[in-house]
């Protein structure tokens, strides 16, 4: 077929169909192939799930070590809690998360149990998990919730892995899937995940479905390093410390929200070692430190675990058993914190670890610290210039730092 100036239609027509079907092959082979490689990724991602938070089946030596989990604190407790619904919840910062053991024998009659032990977390963040534990278990029973005194710092804001969007949902939210199967950088964690499953790198290392994430001494630099560099880290905290009104109230909202819906609450204060008290005294935060406790009790009664103690007198060296650092007691402090709370082989407890303060003995209590802090120094000298000294470091280096800006 030709037209009137001898051209070839068919030809044409021809010739373009053609070029159409390459044009559609070439298209249909470029899309496939990406959606072939994005599902390998997603595929891949799924099945090491180096969260922890799609159930993927465990393979040893493949992904049963999860290093990454206990560094993802918001995302993985907001989904375990969906999947766990628990009746019993520990609520608090890094020293609950990794000092309280939700398969403690006290604790057999309130399970499933679960940790919400977030890191460096402040009272808000707390309600939060609260609130999103009872919208997945509206019939949760009890929290046992552990308070420290930087939660109530004014400059504590809510921490980068923190999303209000994934909280009390029933559901997985669809950023949270995109983030963790369809993202590329999740593949460095895949990597991380097999090699350290692969070396075996301390298997109980990484948290349960229970949100426990026991302390071990996995650093290769020494206990006694460790108190020198979190000592130091904590001054920086306690400078810079201002109580924060708003976030008393949001502790308020945990008491009352537990008391509305007949939820058991106990409340207590963490057991850090003696030294962590002394870099708040050295800083001049002593009083505002007493007077955070009496606004506590003003509140709620609470089980008093800090203090100059039998426990948190431990002396400092390489082979504690109590301690992994000044601020991070061990399993071991976290079970006699647990029997002292429930009343589980008394016998066994020293008897000043663990002080119930309300409004009518707080005074005393205080006193009482007061007084054995004295007793302490009068054993632990070299303790009370390790702070001292670290103290005068870090006022130099601040200083130093100020003059050359």
């Known amino acids: 077929m030709s037209n009137n100036y001898g051209l070839d239609l068919t030809n044409i027509s021809n010739k373009q169909m053609s070029k159409s079907d390459n044009f559609f092959q070439f298209n249909k082979w470029f899309f496939s192939t990406i959606a072939i490689f994005i599902l390998m990724v997603v595929s891949f991602n799924a099945l090491i799930d180096p969260y922890g938070i799609y159930k993927s089946p465990i393979f040893v030596g493949i992904n049963h070590v999860k290093p990454q989990k206990k560094f993802n604190d918001r995302l993985v407790k907001a989904i375990e809690i969906i999947h766990t619904k628990p009746f019993t919840i520990f609520l608090g910062s890094s020293r609950t998360k990794q000092g309280l053991d939700p398969n403690h024998l006290a604790l057999s009659n309130f399970k499933p149990v679960y940790n919400i032990g977030l890191d460096g977390s402040n009272p808000y963040e707390l309600l939060r998990y609260l609130q999103h534990t009872i919208k997945n278990q509206p019939h949760l029973k009890q929290v046992i919730l552990g308070v420290d005194f930087f939660m109530f710092n004014e400059s504590l804001g809510n ?53 426990y994430v026991p302390n071990y001494k996995y650093e290769k630099k020494p206990i006694t390093f460790r108190f020198r560099h979190f000592i130091n880290s904590y001054f920086v905290l306690h400078y810079q410390y201002k109580f924060s009104d708003k976030y008393f109230d949001y502790f308020r909202q945990i008491i009352n929200l537990c008391q509305e819906r007949n939820i058991k609450l106990i409340v207590f204060i963490s057991p850090s070692h003696a030294t962590q008290w002394e870099a708040i005294r050295v800083t001049g935060q002593w009083p505002t430190f007493e007077s955070w406790k009496e606004k506590i009790v003003q509140l709620s009664p609470v089980w008093d675990f800090s203090g100059y103690n039998s426990i948190t007198t431990e002396a400092i060296n390489d082979m504690m058993v109590n301690y992994v650092d000044n601020s991070h007691y061990t399993t071991r ?55 001292q000294s670290l103290e005068k470091q870090f006022l130099a280096a601040q200083q130093d730092k100020n003059s050359k800006q």
């Open 159 to 211: 921490q980068p892995g923190f999303d209000e969007n994934r909280l009390e949902k029933t559901y997985i939210i669809p950023n949270d899937i995109i983030n963790s199967l369809f993202s590329l950088d999740v593949l460095q964690i895949n990597r991380e995940t097999i090699l350290a499953s692969l070396q075996n790198n301390h298997p109980a290392e990484t948290s349960e479905e229970n949100g």
């Open 333 to 387: 402090v976290g079970n006699l914190l647990i029997n002292r709370i429930f009343g589980y082989k008394e016998n066994e407890l020293p008897a000043d670890f663990g002080i119930l303060v309300n409004k009518d003995n707080i005074e005393y209590h205080l006193a009482k610290i007061r007084a054995d802090r004295e007793e302490w120094l009068k054993k632990h000298k070299d303790e009370f210039d390790l702070v």
